[in-house]
């Protein structure tokens, strides 16, 4: 049944001479009832749903921030629920008699296409309509079947059947979504979009797509009252259009044509990849052939050794590209033979202490240095030849990669370090192969990429995870075992992600579980805050024995509690124990003569109502309930007799919180007063508010920093929570104290999450100070 019937309506007066008149008032309530009654489940259904689709968007909100107008989009519809149900029922009933009596008139708001052009028209609203545009047309389209019939059966029901074929359907599809539009907006306060585009889609999913099986059932109720059931419900044979004469054949790939290499990736490049690797090459190639020949033969400007933070710069830019001038004579340039000759010849070399090698990060410049220097020993030459300016610029630019590796802040130091041991291979495989700046999906590069992001997540110190150690495996395999076999590659790749997905199921499940018991505790902790601020209420301005203030401040607290928990604070149960606190205070305060016979009569429900409220606790026993309950009669008696040494000799005796037990609340478990904030603390909790969950934090203690990931944040309780690389719950803290810690530097913000990969965000940063550098402007980093 519908929850808002509709009113009664006579049947038209213009049917009043046609033959069959006495039937269609009592037609036309039949059909509107069942529109009515087939519309009202699927509509609570809707809502139904709306909780759990807003708790799960929530939950996995980017940032705090939409994390609350999902909370806040829960609580407001809840609220307007009713009133948006009675108003949809309510347009749909009048939009029908309308329709009937011939008085309809169609909306005079242009449809979207129409609308495109006019500049008044907020930017929210042409969105909901092309949005519910889209709606109607699906589901006209799968119910264009029953809606012809239905359309020439239920004009017939009007005075002015023809009239009415041209007005839109009562119960169409576009019909009930405007209705549904209206009544979300009939509200004071409307929905946010976001909200309301939520819910047009749970709309669609229960409502819309429940439109056939009413317009079959109304046709056939039409049908068997008589009206036009000659009216065929098969769909017309559609119109195939005969195939041209001759088509057009389609072009070959450009694939086809290209000449294929001996790998195993394929050959379609990203065409973002190769314009900015073509835009570095260019800018590099000029610093060739320009003044940034003239540089000098030192590594001076390249980065340093150092195993904190970052690589520093004696120069102040941490990939700067290191140029060595060309030697005075020289005659002609290495083969690539020779160039791979001395690369294999390091990488030897660094296989043979690899152990050693790996505690300590790999400089780019002094692999420069030794390059030319193992290029130099090998030349039996009298003059010394130089590199050719590709490879020159090759070898510029992977040591610009491996030094933003160096100096990349989200990455911690034990990564970057055994990451920057990749730099000779990689080298040796970008010299002979320029896809791997060309293509995202180059298996050496996905490898470096994804170590990059599994490192800045699941990386610590103590390297719980074991996730450093088979990073450490990989390169050693790779410095090892590589020479020129890049399908290598493949399968190391193949081996690590394997790897990283077991260590990622372990971490997630542990995440959840620490989010799990984070919410069930902050519920607690917002439950127990909601009653002490009840009981302080209760008990503000009133000197209450000491029996009755233990039994507000320590039993009945914790009945507010469980309440608040299981049902909330609008629930009459909440009510309820909120006015017995305030009875047990008021009773235990001198009365007047009127007052204390009132108080006589609603002694027995009050103590039946602290009978049961202690037992909900599960820590008294019956015996200590009823002698407690005895206690309270007699500080009654006794502070409305003027007994004073009587009231001082009771006390509750009830046993330790179990809840405060559970909850071991410290100082930093109070809520913090907002009004108590200074404006440059408020700013910084603006910024907090906007940040994605996932962002990298590092807090500074005993000298040394340890970076936690932000993982949740409770709107109730305005609390932080931050767990460790291994998923474990690591600390929660309130926002005012992390928005004090980020103002004076105890806590770092380190980084956001991105999604790019590292190759792409190196290869772009490195553009950028290459045209720095050409514009001769001082790069900022």
Not at 379 to 407: K, N
Not at 741 to 755: F, I, K, M, N, Y
């Amino acid at each position: 049944m519908s929850h808002t019937p509709p009113p009664d309506l006579s049947a038209p007066s213009a049917l009043a001479g046609r033959s069959i008149q006495p039937r269609f008032g009592q037609l036309e309530q039949a059909c509107r009832q069942q529109v009515m009654n087939h519309l009202d489940p699927y509509l609570t259904r809707t809502f139904e749903q709306v909780d759990d689709t807003l708790f799960a968007l929530a939950d996995k909100a980017a940032n705090n921030r939409e994390q609350v107008l999902f909370f806040d989009g829960m609580r407001e519809v809840r609220k307007q629920r009713t009133a948006i149900v009675r108003h949809f029922h309510q347009q749909l009933s009048s939009d029908f008699a309308a329709y009937l009596s011939g008085s309809r008139v169609e909306s005079a708001v242009p449809p979207p296409s129409a609308r495109d052009q006019l500049s008044l028209v907020a930017h929210e609203e042409h969105e909901e309509d092309l949005l519910l545009d889209k709606l109607v047309k699906r589901c006209q389209s799968h119910c264009a079947t029953l809606l012809r019939p239905l359309e020439q059966r239920l004009a017939h029901l009007c005075p002015a059947p023809q009239a009415a074929l041209q007005q839109a359907l009562p119960f169409g599809p576009r019909a009930i979504a405007e209705a549904f539009r209206q009544a979300l907006a009939g509200e004071p306060l409307p929905l946010p979009l976001t909200i309301r585009r939520i819910l047009y889609e749970l709309f669609e999913q229960q409502v819309m797509g429940s439109l056939d099986s009413l317009y079959a059932t109304l046709n056939q109720q039409l049908i068997e009252a008589g009206i036009l059931p000659q009216l065929s419900d098969k769909p017309p044979r559609p119109h195939r259009p005969s195939a041209p004469a001759s088509a057009p054949s389609s072009p070959q790939p450009v694939t086809e044509s290209r000449q294929r290499r001996n790998d195993n990736w394929p050959e379609a490049v990203d065409s973002s990849g190769e314009q900015l690797f073509r835009g570095v090459t260019q800018l590099l190639s000029r610093r060739h052939t320009g003044t940034g020949t003239g540089t000098g033969t030192g590594t001076g400007t390249g980065t340093g050794t150092g195993t904190g933070t970052g690589t520093g710069n004696s120069v102040g830019d941490p990939i700067t590209p290191v140029n060595p001038g060309p030697p005075p004579a020289s005659s002609g340039t290495y083969s690539a033979d020779e160039l791979m000759a001395a690369l294999t010849r390091l990488q030897q070399v660094t296989a043979h202490k690899i152990t050693q090698e790996m505690q300590r990060p790999q400089d780019a410049g002094q692999l420069k240095a030794r390059l030319y220097a193992e290029l130099e020993a090998a030349c039996t030459l009298p003059e010394r030849p130089q590199l050719s300016d590709e490879d020159a610029d090759i070898i510029d630019l992977v040591g610009m990669l491996f030094a933003f590796i160096l100096d990349d802040p989200a990455l911690p130091d034990r990564c970057k370090t055994v990451l920057s041991h990749l730099h000779t291979p990689y080298l040796k495989l970008a010299l002979r192969d320029r896809r791997l700046f060309t293509h995202g999906d180059h298996p050496a590069r996905r490898l470096l990429d994804s170590m990059a992001k599994a490192g800045t997540r699941f990386v610590e110190d103590s390297d719980a995870s074991g996730l450093l150690a088979k990073m450490q495996e990989i390169v050693e395999r790779i410095i090892q075992d590589f020479s020129e076999d890049r399908a290598r590659f493949s399968l190391l790749l193949e081996d690590f992600e394997a790897h990283l997905r077991r260590l990622q199921q372990r971490i997630e499940l542990r995440e959840r579980r620490t989010l799990d018991t984070a919410r069930g505790r902050d519920r607690l902790l917002a439950a127990r805050s909601q009653a002490a601020q009840q009981i302080r209420q209760v008990l503000h301005d009133r000197a209450l024995p000491r029996l009755m203030q233990e039994l507000l401040e320590n039993g009945w607290r914790d009945v507010l509690t469980l309440i608040h928990l299981r049902t909330g604070e609008q629930s009459e149960e909440w009510q309820s124990a909120c006015q017995v606190a305030e009875q047990l205070a008021w009773s235990c305060t001198p009365l007047s003569r009127n007052d204390r016979e009132r108080m006589q009569r609603a002694r027995l429900a009050l103590l039946e109502q602290l009978r049961e409220g202690l037992q909900q606790l599960g820590s008294l026993p019956e015996a200590d309930i009823r002698g407690l309950l005895q206690d309270v009669v007699a500080c009654q008696h006794a502070v409305q007799a003027r007994q004073p040494e009587l009231v001082a000799g009771l006390q509750a005796r009830l046993p330790k919180s179990l809840l405060g037990t559970k909850l071991q609340a410290g100082p930093e478990d109070e809520l913090p007063a907002s009004d108590a904030l200074t404006e440059e603390l408020e700013a910084q909790l603006q910024q907090l508010q906007a940040l994605p969950f996932g962002s990298l934090f590092g807090f500074h203690e005993d000298g040394q920093m340890r970076r936690l990931r932000l993982s949740w944040f409770s709107p109730a309780t305005r609390r932080y929570l931050f767990i460790d690389p291994s998923g474990e719950h690591n600390r929660t803290w309130p926002a005012a104290r992390l928005a004090q810690a980020l103002h004076d530097g105890s806590v770092q913000l380190l980084g956001e999450p991105t999604d790019t990969p590292l190759m792409e965000r190196a290869l772009q940063a490195i553009y950028r100070v290459l045209q720095r550098l050409e514009e001769d402007q001082p790069a900022d980093g």
